[in-house]
């Protein structure tokens, strides 16, 4: 609130010196980003464990799928460890790994959990996922979503008891099991044997099939989230936050701010005239989607959140839920992954997400450097990818299914001609001189970048000396990757 | 908080992949159109035996992005072909053709994607003739037989038995308690006639009619045809000709504001034939909401046009050989653009590729036995002829792309200009793919392909776009993936085009969109 009145009356004369006043005020209610920092040595335990792990499980096992299973997944995690992933820092690793041992230690029943671990994947998508061999995935765009430790307790329960009742290994060894069985193989030689119709038997009883095993999914949910709750009696964590933490669920498909954007002002130069029809929707096949029970999963991140509110309510008799405002303490939380989600969608090429986002959180945190950073590589990076026909890696095409905000930026890159495009991010660089400053310090990695490509839309002369400034100046970087592939 | 195993990868890649693709062949998956924009895709494939003898197909319906919509289950017999798919902005209209049956069935899905009627019509010999030859060459190189009128309803375009073969459209309004209605030729013609429809909004139907005697006669009269939208009566009636030259028309604009209709076309010395002899020029004619011709500009190869050939071509347009014009574009400014591409009959040197040489002998009336001439089609650049507002010519823009060569069928080296043309546009001799406007008609874009020749290195295949905004023209192109073993680009939304490539080893089937600069 405080921030928007300041804005506001910056402009007229009259509160000049209010603002001047309040300058020091001003600093301290926006957010000095900084990413958070990897830790290399966590993330090499990290990678340890799981190495270990596998080792001693992969002893264990036996049939040659399930072996198969084991090896996939050890090598899609590790994968993912090593090309950054998952963020090994001070702020949320740790924060959400003491959470993690201290719902471990107030169980001592459950053994077998020293290996467990909580991973903090740079995921915009509001989730949060068990893998079966202790490590647990808790996405960023979740934490974002957030109110207070409780909640992320709750999740972290919900998916430590995954664990502890072998969900994920258990129906991978069912389904192999399955395949495997003189049922299954009954079955599809019966259908190859049809005389009329087999593909069409043969689609409906794969339909089934996912059916059964999405209705044991949602049954094996709710089993974790009662022992959740059972694993959560032993602590201090309150209880009926859980009921919140599903609430907050089940609208998470929606964007976290209601924020409406409008890229016309934001945009606006006296450079170029900006074109309405930039952000005009061309009509394309207005058949709305048919029911289809394959789809009906895949439409909601969280279904059925009102049923796992009530049997919660019912089986542990917990207090009605009771809506309220993130903690305080927790604020620092919600703040830091809201601009760490920029930063991630940035050093993941989510272009579009980054300008939606920038300008969505600009509301809030006006003048923040790295936000109008982000804003223009973004800007400078669509108009390289459309330059050599790589966009499509990067941006999709406009879509109704996406937010508002999402979508019209998508429109406008999409309509957008290649010339048009140079000068909408040249007048963006323009109007925020602090992003083509030459002059860095470890600080401002983000605004280092950003002039860098801004040398490079101008074609200077100086773009050879600013990438190896960049490359001394920033050895660990976050942009090196793209500044060495960058032509 | 599912249990996510196979979760997602790292960047928003816009690219998706189906990896069942047994039945799916990079063939089977076409656009749907509305006129010339991209509104979805189908892929439409054999699915079952079913009882008695017939089998079931699925047709699967995507919207633009290729996100699916529908799955549709159709019943026939074992050789059913999917011809093509057109949206009207509420209907949607598919129209299938059954080898065996030998009939014609149109279907028509309203906006949740449910059936609301089906017409089923018995097809003549002739256009069974045509729907095969189609078939072979495996695209749609043809014009369109099935026309979407917005928020109206279709036309369908046929081949009709009469005397001799003769044409038919036929409207079928969206709301089925409306009345439909029928154009034809009439029955005792002695001639033989065809239709094509130019330009169909919900006011005026615009037709291109011509006759002549016989199938491959070298002999033809043109007329265009104006019908009521509502009624199918008749508005007037233009004859290709004027009291100093015989004149052809290859393409027409409808001015909805003005109601007034344009014509391109080409004229000749009076008293030559229009389908054999070399032309004169260009002429665009004007015509009034009462069908009278209110200007006629004659624009010809050797004064107007040649001045504008560069230093290297003036006053040798034999040099350039013929131009065939594949679209006339009016911008947003009314400025008028003509785009064609360079032809001219050679003596061949080494066989060419004998499918070719069949499909062609069949589309020459032939038996399509592998009869090879010694002549074939060298077509070489792309030539836009721009026209100012009051339809003078103010420039050509000449833009040089590599040869490329089709052979000839037996005796198609006697054939005038103008058929051989229509034999190499039937073959897909040509490097023009379709032609749109963007930027809200302030720019029009030329899609083609090609391949490119260069001196040491591979030939590749590539994907280009030719633009023009605001003066000045912009040439695009993007190299096609060759690791693929078949690649195809679709038409897309946009500026942009679908990329498919399939992997054999993988039987994997990718599908990328490229946004094109322009
Ligand atoms: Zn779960």
């Known amino acids: ?32 980003y900084q990413p958070s920092q990897q830790d290399e040595s966590k993330l090499a335990d990290s990678k340890n464990k799981l190495d270990l792990w596998q080792k001693e499980q992969y002893k264990e096992i036996s049939g040659k799928d399930y072996k198969e299973f084991h090896k996939e997944r050890h090598e899609h995690l590790v994968n993912k460890i090593e090309t950054g992933y998952y963020i090994y820092d001070d702020f949320f690793y740790v924060r959400l790994n003491k959470i993690l041992q201290k719902i471990i230690a107030s169980n001592p029943n459950y053994t077998n959990l020293d ?197 919660l309510e019912k089986n542990f008799k917990l207090p009605p839920l009771q809506k309220h405002e993130i903690e305080s303490v927790f604020k620092e939380v919600t703040i830091h992954s809201d601009f760490e989600l920029i930063h991630s969608d940035l050093l993941d090429g989510r272009y579009g997400r980054v300008i939606e986002n920038g300008f969505v959180l600009q509301n809030y945190y006006p003048d923040n450097d790295f936000l109008t950073a982000a804003i223009g590589i973004s800007l400078a990076e669509i108009y390289f990818a459309q330059k050599n026909h790589s966009l499509r890696q990067f941006v999709p095409l406009p879509d109704d299914d996406y937010n508002m905000n999402y979508h019209r930026i998508l429109l406008m890159i999409n309509n957008i001609r290649l010339s048009d495009l140079k000068k909408v991010t040249l007048a963006y660089y323009n109007k925020n001189e602090g992003i083509k400053s030459t002059s860095h310090d470890e600080q401002n990695e983000h605004l280092a970048y950003a002039s860098y490509l801004y040398l490079k839309l101008k074609n200077s002369e100086l773009l050879e000396k600013t990438k190896t400034d960049y490359l001394t100046l920033y050895p ?7 500044l060495k592939t960058n032509k | ?58 047709l699967i319906i995507y919207d633009e992005n290729v996100e699916k919509v529908a799955k549709k289950r159709i019943i026939a017999s074992s050789s059913l072909l999917l011809l093509e798919a057109q949206y009207n902005g509420e209907l949607l209209c598919f129209k299938l053709y059954d080898k065996k049956e030998k009939k014609s069935k149109l279907i028509f899905y309203n906006d949740k994607a449910e059936k609301i009627y089906t017409k089923s019509y018995e097809v003549s010999k002739m256009e069974r003739k045509m729907i095969l030859m189609r078939e072979q060459q495996g695209g749609s190189s043809s014009a369109p037989s099935l026309v979407p009128i917005e928020e109206k309803g279709f036309l ?94 290859l393409n027409s604009y409808y001015d909805e504001g003005k109601k007034e209709l344009t014509l391109f076309g080409n004229y000749f010395r009076k008293g030559s034939n229009v389908i054999k002899d070399n032309s004169l020029g260009i002429v665009i004619t004007t015509v009034n909401a009462e069908g009278k011709k209110i200007g006629q500009k004659y624009n010809s190869w050797s004064k107007d046009i040649a001045k504008y050939l560069g230093p290297s071509k003036r006053g040798k347009i034999s040099e350039i050989g013929f131009i065939f014009f594949h679209q006339f574009v009016r911008k947003a400014d009314g400025t008028f653009y003509g785009i064609g591409e360079s032809y001219r009959k050679t003596v061949s040197g080494a066989a060419t590729a004998g499918k070719i040489l069949a499909l062609a002998a069949i589309a020459a009336g032939g038996t399509g036995s592998n009869n090879e001439s010694s002549f074939q089609i060298t077509v070489r650049d792309f030539y836009i002829f721009e026209f100012d507002q009051d339809k003078n010519i103010t420039g050509v823009k000449t833009i040089e792309k590599s040869v490329s060569r089709v052979g000839l069928p037996k005796g198609a080296g006697y054939y005038g200009p103008q058929i051989l043309a229509q034999i190499v546009k039937a073959q897909g001799g040509f490097d023009f793919s379709y032609l749109k406007t963007l930027n809200e008609g302030k720019t029009f874009a030329v899609f083609y392909q090609n391949y490119e020749k260069i001196k040491g290195e591979k030939n590749k295949s590539v994907c280009g776009v030719i633009s023009h905004t605001d003066g000045e023209y912009l040439i695009d192109k993007i190299d096609l993936p060759t690791e693929a073993t078949f690649t195809k680009v679709l038409p897309a939304q946009d500026g942009n085009v679908l990329f498919m490539e399939y992997y054999r080893k993988d039987k994997k089937l990718k599908m990328e969109f490229k946004k094109m600069n322009y």
């Open chain 2, 156 to 249: 369908d375009v046929t081949t009709v038995k009469n005397e001799k073969a003769g044409y038919q459209i036929k409207f079928y309004p969206n709301d089925k308690t409306q009345k439909g209605w029928k154009y034809a030729s009439k029955k005792t013609s002695p001639l033989l006639e065809f239709a094509t429809v130019m330009e169909a909004n919900k006011n005026i139907i615009v037709c291109l009619v011509g006759a002549k005697k016989k199938m491959m006669s070298q002999n033809a009269s043109y007329n265009v045809v104006t019908l009521d939208a509502n009624t199918g009566k008749e508005l007037y009636k233009i004859k290709a000709s004027s009291p100093k030259y015989e004149e052809s028309i």
């Open chain 1, 115 to 311: 290996n467990t671990e909580i991973l903090v994947e740079r995921s915009v998508v509001p989730n949060a996922a068990c893998y079966g061999n202790g490590i647990m995935v808790f996405n960023l765009g979740l934490i974002s979503r957030l109110q207070n430790d409780d909640q992320l307790a709750f999740v972290i329960s919900h998916e430590l008891s995954h664990q502890i009742l072998n969900h994920v290994d258990g129906s991978v060894k069912n389904k192999i099991d399955y395949l495997d069985s003189k049922e299954y193989k009954n079955k599809i030689k019966s259908i190859k044997n049809l005389e009329y119709n087999n593909n069409t038997v043969y689609e409906s009883f794969l339909l089934d099939l996912s059916l059964k095993s999405s209705g044991r999914t949602r049954q094996k949910e709710r089993e974790a989230d009662s022992l959740a709750i059972v694993l959560l009696q032993n602590t201090n964590y309150k209880l009926n936050e859980s009921l919140n933490l599903l609430a907050i669920l089940d609208i998470s498909d929606e964007p976290k701010y209601a924020d409406t954007i409008d890229y016309k002002t934001q945009f606006s130069a006296d450079s170029y005239e900006f074109q309405d029809a930039w952000l005009l929707k061309r009509n394309g096949l207005a058949v709305q989607q048919e029911y289809d029970q394959e789809l009906i999963d895949s439409l909601k991140t969280h279904p059925d959140c009102d049923l796992r509110i009530s049997l």
């Open chain 1, 1 to 32: 609130m405080l921030i928007s009145l300041i804005v506001k009356c910056s402009r007229s004369f009259f509160c000049f010196s209010f603002v001047l006043l309040s300058a020091s005020l001003f600093a301290q209610s926006g957010y000095e």
């Open chain 2, 1 to 58: 908080m599912a249990i996510l195993f196979a979760s997602m990868s790292g960047i928003t890649a816009q690219s998706k992949s189906v990896s069942s693709v047994v039945k799916l062949n990079i063939n089977n998956i076409q656009p749907i159109k509305k006129g010339d924009k991209i509104t979805g895709y189908y892929v439409f494939y054999k699915a079952d035996k079913v009882k008695g003898g017939d089998y079931s197909y699925k």
């Open chain 1, 476 to 482: 660990q970087g976050f942009f090196i990757n793209k």
